[in-house]
């Protein structure tokens, strides 16, 4: 079983830049995927971003260009970059692990944006 530590939120005003880090406590490299995930409040947990073992990336729409994913096997860390936030990107974000009957999410971290 691996832990997720989410780490790098916080309150940034529109246009800013935040760079969100997920920490495994093990390995990360048998994974199928890593994903980021964000939940505004009263609404339903969204995915936003997703990169393989291989490190094909997948984005959803309204991120594209402005989020770039990542992942470092060797610090077993993925990041979610961010730019050009907007208040809309509010949300708690989640870190996500997953393989074949398998996956584990972090506790998440706090994005404020403000306008």
């Known amino acids: 079983q691996v832990r997720l530590v989410e780490s790098g939120g916080g309150l940034v005003q529109a246009g800013g830049s935040l760079r969100l880090s997920c920490a495994a406590s093990g390995s990360i490299f048998s994974f199928t995927d890593m994903s980021w995930h964000r939940q505004a409040p009263g609404k339903q947990r969204e995915l936003v971003a997703t990169?393989?073992?291989?490190?094909?990336?997948n984005y959803t729409d309204s991120v594209k260009g402005r989020f770039t994913i990542s992942r470092d096997n060797v610090n077993n860390t993925i990041y979610l970059q961010m730019n050009s936030l907007k208040p809309e990107d509010t949300a708690v974000y989640y870190c996500?692990?997953?393989?074949?009957?398998?996956?584990?999410w972090g506790q998440g971290t706090q994005v404020t944006v403000s306008s």
């Open positions: 996500r692990a997953r393989k074949t009957f398998y996956s584990s």
């Open positions: 990169i393989s073992s291989g490190g094909t990336t």
